[in-house]
């Protein structure tokens, strides 16, 4: 019976030493998750904004595709953005994953006239590029967001059948304005500047926003080899003028030069002109006046 009783109390105390192991190891166990989370509570934490969705590449950011989350100081990558103002109408230059982090390295404004190009364009127009062998592009003198003016020269060989055989006539060279108030969307380079002098230098193309029937012909102007040249509009001038595309007679006509045709010299009166029908008409009246002064010496000795 004495033996029976001891055997009880030894499996009682076992119980009982596993039951305080068993409560030690809860209390050590809470104790220190409780540190842990008071530890992590009082870490800084900083707002940041994370993407709520994927966002492709060259998309303009709206407030729905982010939102603000707290992340600990430490976790917060260089270049992040805490404010949905910073990204709003910003375009992506990557791709971005829902739940990344909103770097401004990342991110492009497709308004700033410091960035290389821009990138809104309506949806009627196409971009196309242009060389910047003008002089106002060699020097560095176009800048993103400048307005231009497009004025070209160019003259072309027609042919003339007559019965005795077929002459070939050249047009004389014409200069016009192709294009009028064109905003620079971009200038380009083949290579980065290697150093500070070069960097100096012009770009190698400018990037234009047009309409597709605007971007036929220029292409045409470039494919001919017409030259070309720019003219910088003054900031905030988009208006559009009247001009006549010049040639030798329109100077003929405007600065009265005299012309020696072999017969006596000819001068043509300074007129203002809007139509360039009206010019073709004052030449034709000059040169009819001009063939009945050199005939009517003839009559005269025929009547004789």
Not at 97 to 117: C, F, H, K, N, Y
């Amino acid at each position: 019976m004495t033996q029976r009783r001891g055997w009880i109390w030894l499996f009682a105390g076992i119980v009982m030493a596993l039951i305080a192991g068993l409560l030690t190891f809860r209390t050590i166990n809470e104790v220190s998750n409780g540190a842990e989370s008071e530890r992590s509570d009082s870490a800084p934490t900083i707002p940041v904004l994370v993407a709520v969705q994927n966002i492709p590449s060259r998309q303009l950011i709206d407030q729905s595709m982010v939102q603000i989350q707290r992340v600990p100081v430490l976790l917060a990558p260089e270049g992040h953005m805490q404010s949905t103002e910073d990204v709003l109408f910003k375009m992506s230059n990557v791709p971005i994953v829902a739940g990344e982090i909103m770097l401004r390295q990342r991110l492009t404004d497709p308004t700033d006239p410091e960035s290389p190009v821009l990138y809104q364009i309506s949806d009627n127009e196409v971009l196309i590029s242009v060389p910047a062998s003008a002089m106002l592009g060699q020097i560095g003198m176009l800048a993103v967001g400048d307005h231009i003016d497009i004025a070209y020269t160019v003259s072309y060989d027609f042919n003339v059948a007559n019965e005795e055989e077929e002459t070939t006539n050249a047009q004389p060279a014409t200069t016009f304005l192709s294009l009028q108030n064109l905003e620079v969307m971009g200038l380009l380079r083949k290579q980065p500047p290697a150093d500070d002098t070069t960097a100096l230098l012009g770009p190698d193309a400018v990037l234009l926003a047009v309409t597709p029937q605007d971007a036929l012909v220029l292409k045409h102007l470039i494919d001919i080899g017409a030259p070309m040249d720019i003219f910088l509009r003054a900031p905030g001038n988009e208006a559009l003028s009247p001009v006549i595309p010049v040639d030798a007679q329109y100077l003929v006509d405007r600065f009265q030069l005299q012309i020696d045709t072999g017969q006596g010299l000819v001068t043509t009166e300074a007129f203002s002109r809007t139509n360039p029908l009206d010019i073709a008409a004052e030449i034709t009246s000059a040169v009819e006046q001009i063939n009945a002064a050199t005939q009517a010496p003839l009559n005269n000795t025929d009547g004789q």
